[in-house]
C-alpha cells in the first residue's frame, strides 16, 4: 500500500516532473565540466535541483530533502568561486544525483525512501569544507556495470500452417482492445495526458508518412504510472494535435450523415446520376477524411527522440572515467519525433552501442596522442527524418575496425570457416561483428568481452523493421547507422499472388516490379539469376520460401532490397498497394509471418516478415532449378 494516502497524483506529477529535471542536470553537469567557469549553466543547475527539492519537501519526503540539500550548498559554493570543479568533486555531485534517481524509483512504488549512505554524505561535506572528498560508498567497490544487453524475442523455427490457419482466423476475428482511461494530471501547462497502448502491435511495420513538428516544447514526453510494470504508458501530447482530432472527427460525422442520406435515397429507388454522383464524391471526402484522421492519430504517439538521448552523456561519461579515457559524447536532432513505442524499444540498443563506442572505438588518451591525435575523443550521437524513416546514426572517431582482423577472429572463435571468411569482402566482414558470441576482447571484463549483445542490437533493430550498418576506416573511426520506420502503426504493402494465395510483403523493401521473361534467367553458380540494369540479382520465388511447390510459372518478379541483399522475388501475380493495420497471430510467432491483415473484401492476408523468411531458409532459400522456372 502506498505511503503517501491521498497524494498519489501530487505523487506522479513530481516524478514526471523531476525525472525530466534531474536528467536536464545531468546532461548540464556534464557540460559544466568542460565549461567550468559558465555561470549561467551553473545557476540553471541549481533552479533545476531547488525545484526537485522544493517537491520534496512539499510531499515530506526527508532524506531527499536533506540530499538536495547539502548538494544545493556546494553549487552554491561553486558558483561563489569558493570551490574549484575538479573530476573528483563531480564524482561526488553525480553520485548524488544518481541517488536521487534511485530514491525517485523508491518513490514511484509508493514507499518512502530510506536514508541516504552516510558515506555520500561524508564525501559532500568533505567537498563542502574545502577537502579532498573519499570516493562515495558506491565508487569504492563499483566496477563498470555490465553491458545492458536487449533481450532477443524468441521464436518458432517453420510455420505450422495448421496452427497458423487457426490462429489467423482468431487474429482476423479480434477486435480492438479498449483504451485505457485517461490519466488525470494537475498541471497548468496547456496539455492533455492520455493513456495509450504501448505495445498496440507486436510485429514489424513501416508507416505512412508523418511530418515532424517545429516545437519541441510542445511534443510529448512520458512518465510510468505507479505500479505499472514494462514500458511507460503514459504520455503528453499537444492540445493542437488533439484539436486536430476532434475537428476531423467531427468532419467525418458529418459525411458519415450524408452516406446515411444517399443510402436512404438509393434504397427508395432514386437511383439517378446525380444521386450517384453525390454518392462518389461522399466516399472521396470520406476516404480523405479516414487518411488525415490516421495522420493525426499517429501523430499524438510522436515524441521527440531527445527524451531517450538525454540519458547518454551521463553513461559516456561515467564509463569514460572508469576506463581513463577522455571522451565526449555530441548530440543532435534531438527534435526528431519518433513513435513512442519505439523510442522505449530502442533504448537498451543504443545504450550498449555507446557503451561499445566509448569501450570499443575510441582510444585511451596515451594512444591518441601517440596517433597525433586529439586527446579527448568525439563521439556524436544524431537522428534526422529522412522520408518515411527515422536515420539514427552513431560515429566516433576512434580507432576503427580492419576487415582482415575481423574475418580472423571469426575465424579463431570457430563462428565461420576459412573458406566462407576468404569470400567476404570488407563490408561483410563488418558485419561479422553481430554474429552471436563474436568479440574483439581476448580478456572478459564487466564492460566488455562475452560476445553477447551487437547479435541481440542487431536482432531488436530487426524487429522494429529497421535495419544497421557499418561503416568504419581503420585509424579514422566507425559510424553505425540505424535506419527505422516513423511508427509501427499502419504498414504500407504490395500484396502478391503465390500458389493462389495472397500474401503482403512490407513496401519499404520493394523497389520495383518487372516481368519475367524465361530467356532472361540466367544460371550462375547453379543458381537462376536475373540481370536489370547491368546488375546481376539472384531470383528467389515466394512459393520456394514458404516452402511450397510451385503451381504455376513465375510471371512477375518484385525486386526487392532487403538489409545487405538484393533480389528478385518471383511470384504468380500482384494484386496492388495497400495500407495495413496488422494483427498479431494469437500465441505463435511462425518464422517468415509478421501478422495477418484484412483486404478489402473481407479476406485474411498473411504479412510476410522478408528479413525473417530469408533467414530461415538461409539466406537462400526460395531458390528452384533454372530449368524449372523455364519448363513450369
Known sequence: MSEFGGMEELLQDF?????????????????????????????????????????????????????????ENLFDKLRNAELQLTPEVMDVILEATATVRDMFGTLGQGLMPGDTDSALLSALDAVLSGRMPPPPAAAQTAKPAPPVV???????????????????????SAGTPPAAAPAHRLTEEPVVVAAVDTNPIATPAVTAPANRTAAAGKTMSATKSAGSSGHENTIRIDTNRLDMVLNLSGEIG???????????????GNNDTNTLRSLDEAISQLDLL????????????????????????RLARDLARQLGKEVELVLSGEETELDKTMIEDLNDPLVHLVRNAVDHGVESTAERIAAGKKPQSLIQLTAEQVGDHILIEITDDGRGMNADALRRKAVEKGLIDAEAANAL????????IFLPGFSTKDQISSVSGRGVGMD?????????????????????????SISLPLTLAILPVLVVRACNQPFAVPLAMVREIITI???????????????????????????????WAPTQKPGFGVLMQSAERSFILA???????????????????PKGVAGATLSGDGSVVLVLDMEDLLTAKGGMGGVVKTSELITL
Open 15 to 71: 516524478l514526471m516532473e523531476s525525472n525530466d529535471l534531474l536528467s536536464d542536470v545531468d546532461n548540464k553537469l556534464v557540460e559544466l565540466e568542460k565549461r567550468s567557469e559558465d555561470r549561467a549553466l551553473l545557476n540553471d543547475i541549481f533552479r533545476g535541483f531547488h525545484t526537485i527539492k522544493g517537491g520534496a519537501g512539499f510531499l515530506n519526503v526527508a532524506p531527499m530533502v536533506t540530499l538536495c540539500h547539502r548538494t
Open 150 to 172: 536487449p533481450a532477443a524475442p524468441s521464436r518458432s523455427n517453420e510455420p505450422d500452417w495448421n496452427t497458423l490457419y487457426q490462429a489467423v482466423v482468431s487474429a482476423a
Open 254 to 268: 458529418l459525411t458519415k450523415n450524408r452516406l446515411t442520406t444517399l443510402r436512404t435515397e438509393i434504397l427508395q
Open 290 to 313: 479516414v487518411g488525415d484522421l490516421q495522420n493525426a492519430v499517429m501523430k499524438t504517439r510522436m515524441q521527440p527522440i531527445g527524451r531517450l538521448f538525454q540519458k547518454y552523456p
Open 425 to 432: 569482402d570488407e563490408k561483410q566482414c563488418l558485419q561479422l
Open 456 to 480: 541481440v542490437v542487431r536482432t531488436n533493430i530487426q524487429k522494429l523493421n529497421g535495419r544497421i550498418d557499418i561503416h568504419s576506416i581503420p585509424g579514422e573511426g566507425t559510424r553505425i
Open 517 to 547: 521473361d524465361p530467356e532472361a534467367i540466367q544460371e550462375v553458380s547453379g543458381n537462376p539469376t536475373i540481370v536489370v540494369r547491368d546488375e546481376i540479382l539472384p531470383l528467389k520465388t515466394l512459393a520456394g520460401l514458404l516452402g
Open 571 to 589: 511470384i504468380d501475380s500482384f494484386v496492388g498497394r495497400d495500407d495495413v493495420v496488422i494483427k498479431p497471430l494469437q500465441n505463435i510467432r
